[in-house]
């Protein structure tokens, strides 16, 4: 089983609300990966945890919060976003190989809209 | 630095014509990872090869197939007989060897492809 789970699929918030993106997988991966895609662009990385650390944080502004409370699930906590940070975010896992670049699998992705 | 570039932007080809969508890529390490993604309508990315830099044999997995060469940094992935269901756009990425336990990808702009029937 190859599957990433991401809720809610469609999200409309307002600037001064406060919500969160679910991921989750059950592949055992010890990887996990926030990415941000704005239409007719390829992914851009935001976020990466390895063995529920976070990793990498590609300087997203900090109105964006992960939060990898095991290692099945990655949150991102939103606040106080603005409309240009509407856009499909992607979560994806991936194996934790020291020595290689596994494949990483990806989730369907929320579709955020802010007013 | 990293980087991929896919130089077609959008391709549009007849149901059963045979398409190959072009990456070449730039990087400085010696062991590196190629990967491609298909992105359909619906948004979710599909994991379709990985390759690593000591591997150039190419591959074939039904319909599709890989063509790996080091010597021109291109990993061309061409689809026979193409079929509507192929119609999305398909990404190629890079990535180089973990360090510290964190990858990260470099993706190509992506390639746009409409099979009409």
């Known amino acids: 089983d190859t599957e990433v789970t991401q809720t809610p699929k469609h999200l409309v918030m307002g600037m001064t609300n406060k919500k969160s993106l679910k991921c989750e997988q059950h592949m055992g991966h010890r990887a996990m990966y926030w990415y941000k895609q704005k239409a007719k662009k390829p992914p851009e990385l935001m976020f990466v945890y390895s063995y529920e650390k976070l990793s990498i944080n590609e300087s997203v502004p900090s109105r964006f919060s992960p939060e990898c409370p095991n290692s099945s699930l990655l949150n991102l906590h939103l606040h106080a976003l603005q409309p240009e940070d509407s856009a499909l975010y992607l979560c994806?896992?991936?194996?934790?190989?020291?020595?290689?670049?596994?494949?990483?699998?990806f989730g369907p992705g929320t579709r955020l809209t802010v007013t | 630095a990293q980087k991929v570039t896919q130089a077609q932007t959008e391709i549009s080809v007849v149901e059963k014509e045979d398409v190959t969508l072009d990456c070449v890529y730039e990087?400085?390490?010696?062991?590196?990872?190629l990967f491609w993604y298909k992105q359909p309508p619906s948004g979710e990315l599909v994991f379709l090869i990985r390759r690593n830099s000591f591997d150039e044999q190419n591959e074939i997995s039904g319909r599709y197939s890989w063509n790996f060469q080091k010597s021109t940094s291109s990993f061309n992935f061409t689809i026979t007989a193409s079929q509507v269901v192929d119609s999305a756009v398909y990404f190629c990425a890079l990535s180089g060897l973990t360090q510290g336990g964190s990858e990260k990808l470099v993706f190509g702009k992506g390639t746009k492809l409409t099979v009409n029937p």
């Open positions: 990087t400085r390490d010696t062991t590196y990872y």
């Open positions: 994806a896992s991936s194996q934790r190989v020291t020595s290689e670049a596994a494949e990483q699998y």
